[in-house]
């Protein structure tokens, strides 16, 4: 089955600094991306819809300027927190859609296995 | 918006059948996935229902009802290895994002 590949998964910085997590599809193409945000046994959050070559779409509520998001080509979106602070602290997921193919339909999504980050 | 609801917690017997409900409210609708995630897992993807009616997949099964705004997941011959938490996800109309209930905890008991 398809893919993704997350990290790192876990990841402690200090208060202010910068923290980029890579989402990539290993041996398939994604046009669109997802980021989630999972707070503990809470619901996954839609953070923001990554589109190959365009800008990210953002969910109500979530900071564009904060959570930089980039998806350069097929196989790569990024998120950036910047200026992070503890309350960002959060498992953040990926997950990619098949560009074509028999999932595409179905909608099925490929999660990464997510990135713990901890802001101290 | 959207808003998806799911019981938070259900416990089982080994061998048994469990079902777990969602209902949803959404601006627009295309679909209806399931997904499970162990702690500390990602979620995979369990089935996805487009139509009303049911959808079987070996132990699972997944039902819609669009009239009703409703679905459930039937797992069947429950397995200690079930143990988990279960996802309902609209697809909406934009056809493009995926909005997550809150998850339910199967607990399953020998």
């Known amino acids: 089955g398809a893919v993704v590949s997350q990290h790192p998964s876990w990841v402690i910085c200090k208060s202010g600094t910068s923290v980029k997590i890579e989402c990539r599809s290993l041996?398939?193409?994604?046009?669109?991306m997802f980021w989630y945000r999972q707070f503990p046994k809470q619901s996954l959050m839609l953070m923001a819809t990554s589109n190959e070559g365009s800008k990210a779409t953002y969910e109500q509520g979530v900071e564009k300027d904060k959570f930089l998001i980039n998806h350069a080509s097929l196989t790569l979106s990024t998120l950036t927190v910047t200026s992070a602070h503890p309350e960002d602290s959060s498992f953040y997921i990926c997950s990619a859609r098949e560009s074509g193919g028999g999932t595409y339909n179905t909608g099925e999504l490929f999660f990464g296995e997510g990135s713990r980050l901890t802001v101290l | 918006g959207q808003s998806l609801e799911q019981p938070s917690e259900v416990t089982a017997v080994e061998g048994a059948i469990v079902q777990i409900n969602c209902t949803y409210q959404?601006?627009?609708?295309?679909?209806l996935s399931w997904y499970q995630q162990h702690d500390g897992g990602a979620p995979t993807f369990l089935s996805y229902?487009?139509?009303?009616g049911l959808e079987e997949t070996g132990r699972f099964s997944s039902f819609l009802s669009r009239s009703d705004s409703y679905g459930y997941l039937l797992l069947q011959e429950l397995q200690m290895k079930d143990s988990a938490s279960y996802f309902c996800?609209?697809?909406?109309?934009?056809?493009?994002?995926?909005?997550f209930g809150s998850g339910t905890k199967l607990n399953v008991k020998p």
């Open positions: 996800a609209v697809r909406d109309r934009d056809f493009n994002k995926f909005y």
């Open positions: 229902n487009a139509l009303d």
């Open positions: 041996d398939f193409q994604a046009t669109t």
């Open positions: 959404t601006s627009g609708f295309y679909g």
